[in-house]
């Protein structure tokens, strides 16, 4: 029965309560432990497709009729259109329309980043379109751009308002601690530079609009652009069968939609409006950089006393405060926490959630801080932080975690350290380090799935959720042949259009299989309830003694009949099953958790430095797929060690303009830059949360990466890495600073 | 002028400039190639010329000349194409096709490749998913 509740709902640690309209979620979770299918390695459904080249992206849409739009973007920072003339370009050849500041939706006069979208225009290729660009004639009046964000706190110029955070008495905690360390961290700006660049083919049909688009959200789109331009919800279609990448930056519809949109209502045709990648890289957002001043207070048996963040995320000229002050609210168990979040308001392109938006930066800060707390007490990094394992936080108890289960995994991969210290060699020094992880990743409701069971003993599981790219489809088909006791390869999934299936949830803040997985798993269980009833019917028995198993209703007293023999009465009609997300905990909070282990050598003559191994331990519930879940944590560590080690958005701070937009100046990491990975996941199903007891997987992984790597470098070289990208500037700039340390301490009395 | 792609010959329209890699999406509807960045430094793009693994997004159509032209929708068949399903060797899909066609040609003359060897021949093909492990898993196993 549809249940009204009110609840709290959780995207990438935003709340909102929120009412909901939920269906019971009444099924028992299943045991521990792989399954038939569920838990067991399972191929991608979708690989065949996408490695023969024969998924169709949004990048692959063509409509007949088609044309191509090209944003003109400002070449300034900080700017304003005095006066913008079409003319030549109308009369450029191919050119079919144009539309100029104020007559689309995100089209601006009055840009406040390089790359802001100012007018668009329309031609039969993409390549006359983009020449025409040429012969738009902007006058324009340029203005100071402001680039610095501790300026722009100082002005107090701020996306919102500082978020001031306390609890307990931390100037008294601070007073009476034994030890107190500070240090500054600061992170860089990374690029999301998903490999299909952000697209959308806009088609008005009717009253209709058809938005077929490389999205993580199709509900978010439809609402969103359904809002914007003032149509009914159903009127918005949105498709996105395969979908190229997003980590993040492809959450909303985006300037390129509304350009679509509004070049093909005035042209009538469909248009197309593609991102080039110079575009991705100023256009579709960052992970904002940030500065992290960062106190630690402690007893000398290492028990944290205070803990005090005062954090700026340069947020950009758009945008929303990531949550870096996150892990040192959450991480530990201490009294005595104060954080202060600035999101500077600056003119450089806004920051968008980039896979853990604000964990990862935070937990660089934090982890690298209490390691070098540790180094000072004489306390290893795993003790140290089995001493302030948290048990709940701010008096909410976790729904489940097992990271202490995780530090004991992690031992071993720790044990190793003289080992690899040993292997020190001429300038090649080696050493390990490791840290905590912290993050959301509960999903939650509402998140429908209906499935199809044929004559045939075929199922489809038909929802509209999008699978970025993480597996998530496969996951999905998974979980409803295990509850229809169907071998994997009898089980389809229809997704990607919002005109084709229920409400699915958004491929975000981890939240795609613990949101949808649950809604799967009811829609099946619901079907399989359907030929259950219909079999004991037709061959006289109860239903309490019929299950499904292999293709077959099995009766506890002996006898099964195959599926189809049942689901064949029904000639050409279907059972349809329906499936909802419930609710998730009350009272508790739905996070994940994990520690990596990182080696590194460190050339300390050159900067240089190479990842060797890192093994990855992380606590998400249960696992539904084994495969694809070991991608998933590689993929992340992958990006985090591009994160770490070379990835970098470079500005001119004078100007504004982004300096390396390319994929040969931004530097991602490629196959040579690879470690050994190992990944271990705990598979402990969480009892409090959902049918399936799982969390999500697609950020946890990127969250430690930097600090342990961080943390390692200090153990070779007893450097204090403090600023991302770990440059050989910045390397050897912490080798000079620990030397000159060292030659201080012998040169000072002893009594110090 | 005429092109030949995946054995078969093609009359094509080649205004100067066009790209190997507009041609066979646009004109020939192979929309196996992707690009990705298309100024070749991502690799997405990678088709065989002779053999010879380009970035099809800078190959100026009128230098292709008598050479043949292998795209992905050639390779459906080759053994890494499972390879890469099997060994998980694909996130997102999108640069996949292009990984699959450089890996074909380093397994054509190096059947069983070192990890550096791999390392070496593939490093011109970025993923942003971090497939990286996966892939070399794939070509080491190729061969079933």
């Known amino acids: ?752 | 002028m005429a092109l030949n792609v995946n054995g078969q010959s093609h009359e094509v329209d080649a205004p100067v400039g066009r790209t190997l890699a507009e041609t066979v999406r646009e004109d020939l509807g192979l929309t196996g190639t992707k690009i990705a960045c298309a100024e070749g430094h991502c690799g997405a793009c990678t088709v065989l010329l002779d053999g010879v693994p380009v970035y099809s997004c800078i190959t100026l159509l009128h230098m292709v000349g008598e050479r043949k032209v292998t795209t992905i929708e050639g390779l459906r068949d080759h053994p890494l194409v499972d390879a890469f399903v099997r060994a998980d060797a694909l996130q997102c899909g999108f640069c996949t096709p292009g990984q699959i066609v450089s890996a074909s040609a380093l397994v054509e003359s190096n059947p069983q490749p070192s990890s550096d060897e791999i390392r070496h021949a593939m490093a011109g093909n970025l993923c942003r998913c971090g497939t990286y492990p996966k892939i070399e898993e794939a070509i080491t196993t190729w061969q079933g």
């Open chain 1, 1 to 752: 029965m549809a249940r009204l509740i009110r609840t709290e709902k959780e995207v990438e640690g935003r709340y909102e309560e929120v009412w909901l309209v939920v269906e019971e979620d009444a099924l028992d979770q299943w045991p521990a432990g792989p399954r038939e299918v569920v838990g067991r390695p399972a191929t991608r459904v979708t690989g065949p497709m996408r490695a023969r080249g024969e998924a169709r992206y949004t990048a692959d849409v063509e409509l007949p009729g088609m044309l191509y739009a090209a944003v003109l973007r400002s070449p300034h920072a900080h700017a304003r259109v005095k006066s913008i003339d079409f003319e030549r370009a109308l009369a450029a050849p191919g050119v079919r329309a144009t539309v100029g500041p104020g007559e689309a939706p995100t089209l601006t006069a009055e840009p406040g980043f390089q790359g802001q979208a100012v007018a668009a225009i329309a031609a039969d290729t993409d390549r006359q379109a983009r020449a025409a660009l040429e012969l738009v004639e902007v006058e324009w009046e340029v203005r100071e751009p402001l680039t610095d964000p501790e300026e722009a706190v100082r002005r107090g110029q701020l996306v919102s308002e500082a978020s001031r955070y306390e609890r307990g008495d931390v100037d008294k905690a601070l007073a009476q601690a034994d030890i107190v360390v500070e240090a500054e961290y600061r992170t860089q700006t990374v690029l999301h530079n998903s490999f299909e660049p952000h697209q959308s083919v806009c088609e008005w049909r009717g009253d209709g609009l058809d938005v077929y688009i490389s999205t993580q959200f199709i509900w978010g789109v439809r609402d969103e652009v359904a809002s914007t331009l003032d149509l009914p919800p159903d009127k918005v279609r949105v498709i996105c069968e395969f979908m190229g990448g997003g980590f993040g930056s492809k959450n909303g519809a985006g300037d390129h939609t509304y350009v679509a949109a509004e070049l093909a209502k005035r042209t009538g045709r469909p248009v197309r409006c593609a991102l080039t990648r110079r575009e991705e890289n100023v256009a579709t957002g960052n992970r904002n950089s940030t500065i992290q001043r960062l106190t630690a207070a402690a007893r000398s048996d290492g028990t944290l006393v205070a803990l005090v963040g005062d954090y700026v995320n340069a947020t950009g000229w758009d945008g929303w405060p990531a949550p870096t002050d996150g892990p040192m609210k959450m991480l530990y168990d201490c009294e005595n926490v104060r954080t202060v979040l600035s999101p500077a308001k600056i003119n450089t392109p806004p920051m968008r959630a980039f896979r853990a938006p604000g964990f990862v930066e935070g937990t660089f800060g934090l982890e690298c801080l209490l390691d070098e707390l540790g180094a000072r007490l004489d306390i290893e990094p795993l003790e140290l932080r089995r001493r302030n394992y948290a048990h709940s936080t701010d008096d909410r108890p976790f729904s489940s975690k097992n990271l202490m289960e995780c530090y004991r995994r992690a031992e071993p991969h720790w044990q190793r350290r003289d080992e690899v210290r040993g292997r020190s060699e001429g300038p090649w020094k080696r050493g390990v380090g490791l840290a905590s992880q912290i993050w959301y990743g509960g999903g939650g409701p509402p998140s429908y799935a209906w499935v199809r069971v044929g004559s045939d003993g075929r199922a489809t599981v038909i929802t509209a959720m999008q699978d970025i790219g993480t597996g998530t489809a496969t996951a999905m088909t998974q979980i409803a042949a295990e509850e229809l006791g169907l071998p994997l390869e009898r089980v389809e999934l229809v997704l990607g259009d919002s005109a084709r299936g229920p409400y699915a949830s958004i491929s975000a803040g981890s939240s795609t299989t613990p949101s949808m997985g649950p809604a799967v798993r009811s829609a099946a269980a619901d079907a399989a309830r359907q030929i259950i009833e219909i079999a004991a019917q037709r061959y006289d028995k109860e239903t309490r003694i019929l299950s499904l198993k292999d293709g077959k209703i099995v009766s506890s007293e002996g006898g099964s009949w195959r599926v189809e023999e049942v689901v064949g009465l029904l000639e050409d009609a279907q059972i349809l099953g329906k499936g909802a997300r419930g609710p998730n905990p009350a009272g508790m909070q739905v996070l994940t958790f994990g520690v990596q282990v990182a080696e590194v050598a460190v050339d300390v003559e050159t900067g240089e430095i190479r990842v060797e191994r890192v093994a990855a331990i992380h606590d998400v519930g249960r696992v539904i797929n084994p495969l694809g879940a070991s991608s998933q944590v590689e993929g992340g560590i992958i990006q985090g060690i591009g994160h770490t080690l070379s990835e970098d958005r470079l500005l001119d701070p004078a100007s504004g303009i982004t300096l390396n937009q390319t994929l040969d100046a931004y530097r991602l990491p490629t196959i040579a830059d690879v470690p050994e990975i190992v990944s271990e996941l705990l598979d402990i199903p969480d009892e409090h949360l959902t049918n399936l007891g799982s969390k999500g997987l697609g950020e946890p992984p990127i969250v430690p990466v930097a600090a342990a790597i961080a943390n390692a470098i200090r153990d070779a070289t007893g450097a204090d890495v403090r600023s991302l990208p770990i440059s050989r500037e910045e390397m050897l700039r912490a080798l000079r600073e620990a030397r000159e340390r060292e030659k201080g301490k012998r040169g000072a009395p002893a009594a110090v």
